[in-house]
């Protein structure tokens, strides 16, 4: 399987485009810049040194008879048999679960859509009450008492109560 990642880690390598790091020394101009591209150029040539060291390896041919005569022919056919299932195809994932998280995320987004539309009637309610608010606050200011008694009547009642009663605050 080692093999096939090399293979194809190969031909990743081959089709990248090569940086051409003499023009980018020359688009560069202040010092500072030419220090940090020589070491992007540094950590750039350490990853590809990684990865070539990494996936450049060949593997390794077994000597089967030799281990079967020191180890035995029992446990070395079982490392040979697993060795070998290695080399074949990874089989193919059959995914039984998609549908099962796509209709559980189709009610999630239902739900969503439904929060926000409740969201977004509840902020044009509460923009109403700010402005209204606003309103009163900038009202105050110039506002006499018999207007302020005209829009809440039942503050007149009360207070015209407690003076009936002679309740002064006291």
Not at 40 to 57: E, G, M, P, Q
Not at 64 to 73: E, H, I, S, V
Not at 111 to 121: F, G, L, N, P, T
Request: glycine residues 2%; aromatic residues 8%; negative net charge.
């Amino acid at each position: 399987m080692s093999g096939k990642v090399a293979q194809e880690a190969g031909k990743a390598a081959q089709k990248a485009k090569a940086i051409d790091w003499d023009y980018l020394q020359r688009v560069v101009v202040s010092d500072s810049g030419k220090r940090e591209l020589a070491a992007l150029r540094r950590a750039y040539d350490d990853v590809a040194a990684t990865i070539n060291d990494k996936f450049n390896i060949k593997p390794t041919n077994i000597n089967w008879d030799f281990y079967k005569q020191k180890l035995g022919p029992s446990i070395v056919n079982i490392f040979q048999d697993s060795v070998n299932s290695l080399e074949k195809e990874v089989p193919e994932y059959k995914d039984d679960l998609t549908a099962d998280y796509q209709t559980k995320h189709q009610a999630l987004m239902a739900k969503a859509s439904e929060q926000e539309e409740d969201s977004k009637k509840k902020i044009v309610e509460l923009e109403k009450e700010i402005s209204r608010v606003q309103e009163q606050k900038a009202a105050l200011r110039t506002m006499t008492v018999d207007e302020y008694f005209a829009k809440h009547p039942q503050v007149k009642e009360k207070i015209d109560d407690e003076i009936r009663n002679n309740l002064w605050g006291y």
